[in-house]
């Protein structure tokens, strides 16, 4: 069994900074993938940011938040991070943690999900 805990989730002016946390309990399996995906009220949730759990720890960004956002992980205590720079309001959303649990793309086939942290930037 796997729970997802996120945590980091504020509310910051326009231009500001926030970090992201999600802490992972039970088995996650390296070699796919953990996410950072957001859903603002009316929206489709969407993929913010993606990482590859194992080897080099290649990342992929969506468009809108690419060199601003930074997913990062931290193996020895099992946590997954989301940098997040130069905010805007419109990365005001619910922030949710993913994990895969077998292949899939990067902003697809997701099996476990965090209950999400709020983030308002205004």
């Known amino acids: 069994h796997v729970q997802l805990v996120e945590s980091g989730g504020d509310s910051v002016q326009a231009g500001g900074s926030l970090r992201l946390s999600c802490a992972a309990y039970?088995?996650?399996?390296?070699?796919?993938?953990m996410a950072w995906f957001r859903q603002a009220p009316g929206k489709e949730r969407e993929g913010a940011a993606a990482?590859?759990?194992?080897?080099?720890?290649?990342?992929h960004y969506a468009a809108s938040v690419r060199g601003r956002f930074a997913i990062a992980q931290n193996v020895a205590n099992n946590t997954l991070h989301l940098q997040m720079n130069s905010l805007k309001p419109e990365d005001s959303a619910m922030y949710y943690c993913?994990?895969?649990?077998?292949?899939?793309?990067?902003?697809?086939?997701?099996?476990?999900w965090g209950q999400g942290t709020q983030v308002t930037v205004s």
């Open positions: 993913a994990a895969q649990d077998g292949p899939g793309a990067w902003f697809n086939e997701y099996n476990y």
């Open positions: 990482i590859y759990t194992a080897g080099a720890g290649s990342t």
């Open positions: 039970g088995n996650i399996y390296s070699g796919y993938c």
